[in-house]
């Protein structure tokens, strides 16, 4: 049996005033699925991610998240004003404190948040100031903060943009276990190899969508050609392709997922 898609765009397009930022793009999420979109910067990633959440209408066409279906968002972590004074588990909590003084929390609430966290690897950190925290540590604190919500679908924004090697192993083998765990996801990427060529589908993406499929199927000097405007080699490297720039002097290594 096919998985219900749980997002469907058809036709779509969204606009800032009179600049294009994604055009008649036609895409399905199915339950179950772990999406990685890439394209280059001003590709209309972000816009997209934004229209799925709600945040950004679209222009033309049209967006559908099947009822029912919980989705959050977990943006891009460089956009944190991290001398905000707040614990971590403020961050946690307080989109559920619509309505009440926050940060007033009921007990309940308080348990599902250490669990959360527990789960997350980020036990006894509650509460820390969010500018103590790694970096690493800092992005599981966001994606605590959207699976607090029980969410069928996590959407991320660059969840591994700015960070080291270490944390980005980190945040990926966080996601593949969310992912096994039943959860659908959808994130944006600029890291071809550090991430996108270990996921099991991923959209190239330039204003609209240019390929989609496998790794091993939109992973090529044409589609990437199209997608990024300059020529890009593609090795394969322990049975993965790996993306070079043109000319690049060598083969980066890549960041497996067992």
Known sequence: MIPQ??????????????????????????????VGIVGPSGSGKTTLLKAVVGAVRPAHGSIEVSEGVRLAYVPQVESVDWNFPVTVLEVIT???????????ISRAEREDALDVLSRLGLGGLHDRHIREL??????????????????????????????????????????????????????????????????????CMNRTVIADGSPTEVLNPAVLEQ????????????????????????????????
Request: proline share 7%; charged share 20%; with cysteine.
């Open 5 to 34: 898609a749980v997002i469907r765009c058809t036709h779509m397009s969204c606009a800032y005033g009179s600049s294009v930022a994604v055009s008649d793009v036609d895409l399905e999420v199915r339950r179950g699925d772990f």
């Open 94 to 104: 307080m989109t559920r404190t619509k309505g009440r003084r926050w940060p007033r």
């Open 134 to 203: 790694s970096g690493g540590q800092q992005q599981r604190v966001f994606i605590a903060r959207a699976m607090f919500h029980r969410p069928d679908v996590l959407v991320l924004d660059e969840p591994t943009s700015g960070v080291d090697v270490r944390t980005r192993h980190e945040v990926l083998h966080l996601l593949a276990e969310l992912h096994a765990q039943g959860v659908t996801i959808v994130l944006t990427t600029h890291d071809l190899n550090g991430l996108a060529a270990h996921l099991p589908r991923i959209v």
């Open 227 to 258: 997608t990024y405007g300059a020529p890009m080699e593609v090795l394969q490297h322990g049975g993965m392709p790996v993306v070079l720039d043109s000319g690049a002097p060598h083969v980066p290594s890549p960041v497996r997922v067992p």
